[in-house]
């Protein structure tokens, strides 16, 4: 049984040494590359000889799924490293760098860049006899207990011994009885030898437009902006030859075919992601949601609901990609779910649900285990008359305080239980006593410091103007305590090209002062007091000096800037005022002057696709990682607001952010007139986010297994403390645990996350977040409980850190093996028995495939020459922080159809699938991703709605330069615009509106995101990608 995932090969008739399985870096049986952290270094499979081909499949395989049943259950998706499923099997998964023996021309070098996709000699009666056994497949969904249908292979329902569950409610797909369909040819470029789609199957034109140009989209997840230049490319049929589609591990690419038009596939009759949603909307929307029991799957992201803590943390803190975990280690092999927490522990909660509720024990502070120093818990059991409790964690018995004693009631429990948050709630706070203080000392409140590039172009393109302006009013809504009249962060100032200048604006002086360092090889902070100041105390010499600031700088033609030492005087200037805090950097350029952390343009197309790839998401100096190890040790963090107008290295450039919990903002190409309401948006909201400082984690959990993995804006200085200089409310660290031993099924999977860190009023406090999880030893129960969502989090961050050490083919092929290899472990044990030819998926995970899919589109997986490497840099860096809805709307966008507004109801209208298919030359669309917005028109869209949103008379008047929508007094525009906000408001990024025409060339940035359909750079469809893993599910399974 051949293991391996999709790799570039020449067209059919050759094969190639090494292409057959993983050849020599993935896995001979002594090899030491391990990509997984289970099993034992020895045990890993061999792979096939060099030179065999991969195993042909003779029955049907590619079958998509159908439409999910009424009642769709929670869905969420599972992972599997490569390999068959033996229980001592070595599992791949993103690790660090593989050793130096095993690098190399380990992995079969990407270079067929001419060979056709879709060679042309398919044949077309193959493709017509495919297209129509897809067409009339007959999908089954059934759910526990029902009986086999008619077309599947006549059996019982699988039967688990011992499970507290019936089969987990399943997607199948069944060919006729009966049917053949042409065995596949050797996979090409890991295609699915296809043929059976022609074009007008995938992206079928809108009725009666001009065909479809495959060239106007791009990359799914690739921001507009007018930095991106648009492929000035022929408009015509996409080329066979030099879109290879995706290099290696990759379905898709264009289609060439010969003979018959062929029956087209409906794309009804695959699952979708829109009706999951709304199936969960209708079932749980609106309601309240306890969390009184362990182990108890939570509504959709998608879903608005009211939580209640009633012992376990609320979802908004924490999702898991399964909530009942595997009871040993073999199991969790054969599954290959990845077992995970994306935990978000300041995430906002609305006005409707209580607030985290602060316990304070005095001197004493918070009541911990003795042993494991776990924190006081709904999860610890009092004994004998309650004088003592034992640990959930690790079990040791622990004697209670005099001052903490209470007696036990008839069940055994604290008559003063809800009484107690610590002992009723999953999620509170504990005020810090001075043990928890940097040198026993309690902490000063933090600071911000502004920092202006004040070069020739900033000054130039009104941006400093802007800045400086915006301060004068900002200042004022300084996060603040509650109970607080005004905020306690003290602020200062700077201004840097190629030297700093340092303002004292102490409130005693009628005039800023300006003291400027011009050694930036060895910065030092020139004045210590008057430079960190009050703002209420000081506005008048503050609002004068921002008054001053752009006047100062109106003559200078100095276009150098420096920028490490900008942070360097940044931080010292905290560490010198003993304080945390937040710099907030407004930069343009690539550092090119003569300083440390100095930066070439090293953006080398001839790297794309090499083993080298790698090093463009690398920083080009290592004195950013040492300068961002300093900022974590002093609570410092960056916050970098970018306007670059070409290259400025973002993976350099924004390491210091990323590893000090800082948020990257950019606007390419800024125009003052379409880009300062954006811009000036974000900045407020960063500004008056609620963030937590100088910050530490811990996760802690109950005996037989740990955390192992952690992914995020983190800096790691050890295996087990998660540093951050400042987490705010839409950063979230995603936890990956592995077993180290047996789980009891009775006491469950517990996990207790414990921030420390200093509040925005300089005090030290404990944020806490509790979750059990149920353990089981039926492979049914695991996946009856995963969350798509938090997978596709994790499947995200996971693929992302590995680029770093990997080259980019062999982390696509192992997102395609872990998504085929959890599906057939389903399949082979959790299924009725039926008909290989049957693509079955479990309720829960069932449109896994269509998020996988958009993340090996994602530009960040995809090396093209047209695609900006800073922009593939940015959003790396993004995804590495999001949370769960953020990621999910980042891969499955949302496309609204807004010509059909309810304008009585407060209702926005349900979502459709994000698909060329969906739109109508009628109609008007909007399209969110998180950090994109569209407003999409057709051709015929009719002159009373134009009219009603633009005040202009016809679809040719519109301005698509516009970012804003005039301000109309009808219903119909008040709506839409109501919407707008509504979208923007549960986003941490302002989205730019980009007011997109049909059939006009900015199109493609929009098409880009309809991530159902084909990518212009040769990333699978939906349909394609679905028969893919079909064809890998049944290769493992055969």
Same mark, same amino acid.
């Given at each position: 049984?051949?293991?391996?995932?999709?790799?570039?090969?020449?067209?059919?008739?050759?094969?190639?040494?090494?292409?057959?399985?993983?050849?020599?870096?993935?896995?001979?049986?002594?090899? &030491?590359?391990?990509?997984?952290?289970?099993?034992?270094?020895?045990?890993?499979?061999?792979?096939?000889?060099?030179?065999?081909?991969?195993?042909?499949?003779?029955?049907?395989?590619?079958?998509?799924?159908?439409?999910?049943?009424?009642?769709?259950?929670?869905?969420?998706?599972?992972?599997?490293?490569?390999?068959?499923?033996?229980?001592?099997?070595?599992?791949?998964?993103?690790?660090?760098?593989?050793?130096?023996?095993?690098?190399?021309?380990?992995?079969?070098?990407?270079?067929?860049?001419?060979?056709?996709?879709?060679?042309?000699?398919?044949?077309?009666?193959?493709?017509?006899?495919?297209?129509?056994?897809?067409?009339?497949?007959?999908?089954?969904?059934?759910?526990?207990?029902?009986?086999?249908?008619?077309?599947?292979?006549?059996?019982?329902?699988?039967?688990?011994?011992?499970?507290?569950?019936?089969?987990?409610?399943?997607?199948?797909?069944?060919?006729?009885?009966?049917?053949?369909?042409?065995?596949?040819?050797?996979?090409?470029?890991?295609?699915?030898?296809?043929?059976?789609? =022609?074009?007008? /199957?995938?992206?079928?034109?809108?009725?009666?437009?001009?065909?479809?140009?495959?060239?106007?989209?791009?990359?799914?997840?690739?921001?507009?902006?007018?930095?991106?230049?648009?492929?000035?490319?022929?408009?015509?049929?996409?080329?066979?030859?030099?879109?290879?589609?995706?290099?290696? /591990?990759?379905?898709?690419?264009?289609?060439?075919?010969?003979?018959?038009?062929?029956?087209?596939?409906?794309?009804?009759?695959?699952?979708?992601?829109?009706?999951?949603?709304?199936?969960?909307?209708?079932?749980?929307?609106?309601?309240?949601?306890?969390?009184?029991?362990?182990?108890?799957?939570?509504?959709?992201?998608?879903?608005?609901?009211?939580?209640?803590?009633?012992?376990?943390?609320?979802?908004?803190?924490?999702?898991?990609?399964?909530?009942?975990?595997?009871?040993? *280690?073999?199991?969790?092999?054969?599954?290959?779910?990845?077992?995970?927490?994306? %935990?978000?522990?300041?995430?906002?909660?609305?006005?409707?649900?209580?607030?985290?509720?602060?316990?304070?024990?005095?001197?004493?502070?918070?009541?911990?285990?003795?042993?494991?120093?776990?924190?006081?818990?709904? $999860?610890?059991?009092?004994?004998?008359?309650? +004088?003592?409790?034992?640990?959930?964690?690790?079990?040791?018995?622990?004697?209670?305080?005099?001052?903490?004693?209470?007696?036990?009631?008839?069940?055994?429990?604290?008559?003063?239980?809800?009484? +107690?948050?610590?002992?009723?709630?999953?999620?509170?706070?504990?005020?810090?006593?001075?043990?928890?203080?940097?040198?026993?000392?309690?902490?000063?409140?933090?600071?911000?410091?502004?920092?202006?590039?004040?070069?020739?172009?900033?000054?130039?393109?009104?941006?400093?103007?802007?800045?400086?302006?915006?301060?004068?009013? !900002?200042?004022?809504?300084?996060?603040?305590?509650?109970?607080?009249?005004?905020?306690? %962060?003290?602020?200062?100032?700077?201004?840097?090209?190629?030297?700093?200048?340092?303002?004292?604006?102490?409130?005693?002086?009628?005039?800023?002062?300006?003291?400027?360092?011009?050694?930036?090889?060895?910065? $030092?902070?020139?004045?210590?007091?008057?430079?960190?100041?009050?703002?209420?105390? *000081?506005?008048?010499?503050?609002?004068?000096?921002?008054?001053?600031?752009?006047?100062?700088?109106?003559?200078?033609?100095?276009?150098?800037?420096? $920028?490490?030492?900008?942070?360097?005087?940044?931080?010292?200037?905290?560490?010198?005022?003993?304080?945390?805090?937040?710099?907030?950097?407004?930069? &343009? &350029?690539?550092?090119?002057?003569?300083?440390?952390?100095?930066?070439?343009?090293?953006?080398?197309?001839?790297?794309?696709?090499?083993?080298?790839?790698?090093?463009?998401?690398?920083?080009?100096?290592?004195?950013?990682? /040492?300068?961002?190890?300093?900022?974590?040790?002093?609570?410092?963090?960056?916050?970098?607001?970018?306007?670059?107008?070409?290259?400025?290295?973002?993976?350099?450039?924004?390491?210091?952010?990323?590893?000090?919990?800082?948020?990257?903002?950019?606007?390419?190409?800024?125009?003052?007139?379409?880009?300062?309401?954006?811009?000036?948006?974000?900045?407020?909201?960063?500004?008056?986010?609620?963030?937590?400082?100088?910050?530490?984690?811990?996760?802690?959990?109950?005996?037989?297994?740990?955390?192992?993995?952690?992914?995020?804006?983190?800096?790691?200085?050890?295996?087990?403390?998660?540093?951050?200089?400042?987490?705010?409310?839409?950063? /979230?660290?995603?936890?990956?645990?592995?077993?180290?031993?047996?789980?009891?099924?009775?006491?469950?999977?517990?996990?207790?996350?414990?921030?420390?860190?200093?509040?925005?009023?300089?005090?030290?406090?404990?944020?806490?977040?509790? %979750?059990?999880?149920?353990?089981?030893?039926?492979?049914?129960?695991?996946?009856?409980?995963?969350?798509?969502?938090?997978?596709?989090?994790?499947?995200?961050?996971?693929?992302?850190?590995?680029?770093?050490?990997?080259?980019?083919?062999?982390?696509?092929?192992?997102?395609?093996?872990?998504?085929?290899?959890?599906?057939?472990?389903?399949?082979?044990?959790?299924?009725?028995? &039926?008909?290989?030819?049957?693509?079955?998926?479990?309720?829960?995970?069932?449109?896994?495939?269509?998020?996988?899919?958009?993340?090996?589109?994602?530009?960040?997986?995809?090396?093209?020459?047209?695609?900006?490497?800073?922009?593939?840099?940015?959003?790396?860096?993004?995804?590495?922080?999001?949370?769960?809805?953020?990621?999910?709307?980042?891969?499955?966008?949302?496309?609204?159809?807004?010509?059909?507004?309810?304008?009585?109801?407060?209702? %926005? =209208?349900?979502?459709?699938?994000?698909?060329?298919?969906? !739109?109508?030359?009628?109609?008007?669309?909007?399209?969110?991703?998180?950090?994109?917005?569209?407003?999409?028109?057709?051709?015929?869209?009719?002159?009373?709605?134009?009219?009603?949103?633009?005040?202009?008379?016809?679809?040719?008047?519109?301005?698509?330069?516009?970012?804003?929508?005039?301000?109309?007094?009808?219903?119909?525009?008040?709506?839409?615009?109501?919407?707008?906000?509504?979208?923007?408001?549960?986003?941490?990024?302002?989205?730019?509106?980009?007011?997109?025409?049909?059939?006009?060339?900015?199109?493609?940035?929009?098409?880009?995101?309809?991530?159902?359909?084909?990518?212009?750079?040769?990333?699978?469809?939906?349909?394609?990608?679905?028969?893919?893993?079909?064809?890998?599910?049944?290769?493992?399974?055969?």
């Amino acid at each position: 049984m051949s293991q391996q995932g999709y790799v570039a090969t020449p067209p059919y008739s050759q094969s190639q040494p090494g292409i057959g399985g993983f050849s020599a870096g993935f896995g001979p049986p002594n090899s &030491s590359l391990h990509y997984g952290h289970y099993g034992d270094p020895n045990s890993s499979y061999s792979a096939p000889q060099p030179g065999m081909s991969k195993s042909t499949v003779p029955l049907g395989s590619s079958a998509p799924v159908g439409p999910p049943p009424p009642g769709t259950h929670q869905f969420s998706q599972t992972n599997f490293q490569n390999g068959p499923s033996t229980p001592g099997q070595q599992t791949h998964r993103f690790q660090g760098p593989p050793p130096p023996s095993n690098t190399g021309a380990s992995y079969p070098p990407y270079s067929h860049q001419s060979q056709p996709a879709y060679p042309n000699t398919a044949s077309a009666s193959s493709a017509t006899q495919l297209a129509n056994q897809l067409n009339s497949m007959q999908i089954n969904s059934y759910g526990p207990g029902t009986a086999s249908s008619s077309c599947m292979s006549s059996g019982h329902p699988a039967s688990f011994q011992g499970s507290q569950l019936p089969p987990p409610t399943q997607q199948q797909i069944a060919l006729p009885p009966g049917s053949r369909v042409p065995p596949p040819a050797n996979n090409v470029n890991g295609l699915c030898a296809q043929p059976s789609l =022609p074009p007008n /199957a995938r992206q079928d034109g809108i009725p009666g437009s001009v065909p479809p140009n495959p060239n106007l989209q791009q990359l799914s997840g690739q921001p507009p902006g007018p930095g991106y230049h648009p492929q000035q490319a022929s408009y015509g049929p996409q080329m066979a030859g030099s879109q290879l589609s995706y290099p290696g /591990a990759f379905p898709g690419g264009p289609a060439q075919l010969v003979g018959p038009q062929q029956k087209k596939l409906d794309p009804d009759s695959i699952p979708s992601p829109i009706q999951v949603i709304e199936n969960d909307k209708a079932a749980r929307g609106g309601q309240i949601y306890a969390t009184n029991t362990r182990g108890q799957v939570p509504p959709l992201v998608t879903t608005d609901c009211i939580i209640q803590d009633q012992g376990h943390a609320s979802p908004r803190y924490i999702r898991c990609t399964t909530y009942c975990f595997p009871s040993s *280690s073999d199991m969790a092999k054969q599954a290959r779910i990845p077992l995970a927490a994306v %935990i978000q522990p300041f995430a906002l909660v609305p006005p409707n649900e209580a607030p985290l509720y602060v316990v304070n024990h005095g001197e004493t502070g918070p009541i911990r285990c003795n042993r494991c120093k776990a924190y006081m818990c709904p $999860f610890m059991q009092f004994i004998e008359g309650g +004088r003592r409790y034992q640990c959930g964690f690790c079990n040791c018995i622990n004697d209670v305080p005099p001052f903490f004693f209470q007696h036990l009631d008839h069940i055994g429990r604290r008559v003063d239980h809800y009484e +107690r948050p610590e002992l009723s709630l999953g999620s509170y706070e504990y005020v810090a006593t001075l043990d928890y203080c940097r040198n026993n000392k309690p902490p000063k409140p933090p600071a911000y410091i502004f920092m202006i590039d004040v070069s020739y172009r900033n000054i130039n393109s009104g941006l400093v103007k802007l800045i400086c302006d915006e301060l004068k009013t !900002l200042l004022d809504k300084l996060p603040r305590e509650e109970q607080e009249e005004s905020s306690a %962060i003290r602020v200062g100032f700077v201004t840097y090209n190629k030297v700093l200048h340092f303002f004292n604006v102490k409130s005693s002086l009628a005039q800023p002062q300006m003291m400027v360092v011009s050694d930036v090889g060895e910065v $030092f902070v020139p004045l210590l007091d008057g430079f960190l100041v009050n703002f209420q105390e *000081s506005r008048s010499v503050v609002i004068n000096l921002l008054d001053q600031i752009p006047e100062m700088f109106a003559d200078t033609n100095e276009s150098e800037t420096i $920028f490490a030492p900008v942070i360097q005087a940044g931080m010292e200037a905290l560490k010198a005022a003993e304080c945390a805090g937040k710099l907030f950097i407004f930069h &343009s &350029s690539l550092p090119t002057a003569e300083a440390p952390g100095k930066l070439r343009n090293r953006d080398d197309k001839k790297l794309l696709n090499t083993d080298k790839e790698k090093t463009l998401f690398q920083p080009q100096v290592n004195s950013y990682e /040492a300068l961002a190890r300093d900022c974590v040790a002093n609570g410092c963090c960056v916050n970098l607001f970018l306007f670059p107008n070409q290259y400025v290295d973002v993976a350099s450039m924004g390491l210091v952010t990323m590893y000090t919990g800082g948020t990257l903002y950019k606007y390419n190409n800024f125009q003052l007139s379409s880009d300062s309401l954006q811009f000036l948006a974000d900045l407020r909201k960063d500004i008056e986010k609620k963030t937590g400082f100088d910050a530490i984690m811990r996760i802690r959990t109950s005996t037989g297994f740990r955390a192992t993995d952690f992914f995020g804006a983190i800096y790691m200085n050890n295996t087990t403390d998660v540093e951050m200089a400042a987490v705010d409310c839409d950063k /979230a660290v995603t936890v990956e645990f592995k077993h180290d031993d047996k789980l009891n099924e009775d006491s469950g999977a517990l996990i207790q996350c414990a921030v420390l860190y200093t509040s925005i009023s300089g005090q030290r406090r404990l944020r806490i977040h509790n %979750i059990g999880l149920n353990c089981s030893s039926q492979l049914a129960d695991i996946y009856k409980t995963c969350e798509t969502d938090a997978l596709i989090n994790f499947f995200a961050k996971s693929a992302f850190k590995a680029i770093l050490s990997q080259p980019l083919k062999t982390v696509r092929e192992i997102l395609v093996n872990q998504t085929a290899h959890m599906l057939a472990c389903y399949r082979k044990n959790c299924a009725n028995p &039926s008909a290989v030819s049957q693509l079955i998926l479990p309720d829960a995970m069932k449109v896994l495939p269509v998020y996988m899919n958009s993340l090996l589109k994602s530009c960040v997986l995809v090396g093209r020459p047209e695609i900006p490497t800073d922009e593939r840099a940015y959003h790396r860096q993004l995804v590495m922080s999001m949370g769960v809805a953020d990621t999910q709307l980042f891969f499955y966008p949302l496309l609204l159809p807004i010509h059909s507004l309810d304008l009585k109801s407060d209702t %926005i =209208p349900a979502a459709v699938r994000c698909s060329e298919e969906r !739109l109508s030359e009628g109609g008007v669309f909007i399209l969110a991703n998180g950090l994109s917005l569209f407003l999409w028109l057709g051709v015929s869209v009719p002159p009373e709605l134009i009219q009603g949103l633009f005040n202009v008379p016809s679809f040719a008047h519109i301005n698509t330069e516009a970012t804003l929508l005039p301000d109309l007094d009808n219903p119909f525009s008040q709506k839409l615009k109501s919407v707008l906000e509504h979208i923007q408001n549960q986003r941490p990024y302002t989205m730019k509106l980009i007011i997109v025409k049909q059939r006009e060339q900015p199109e493609m940035l929009f098409r880009q995101l309809l991530i159902e359909d084909k990518s212009i750079y040769g990333g699978a469809s939906y349909v394609d990608f679905l028969c893919c893993v079909h064809r890998e599910i049944c290769q493992l399974l055969s």
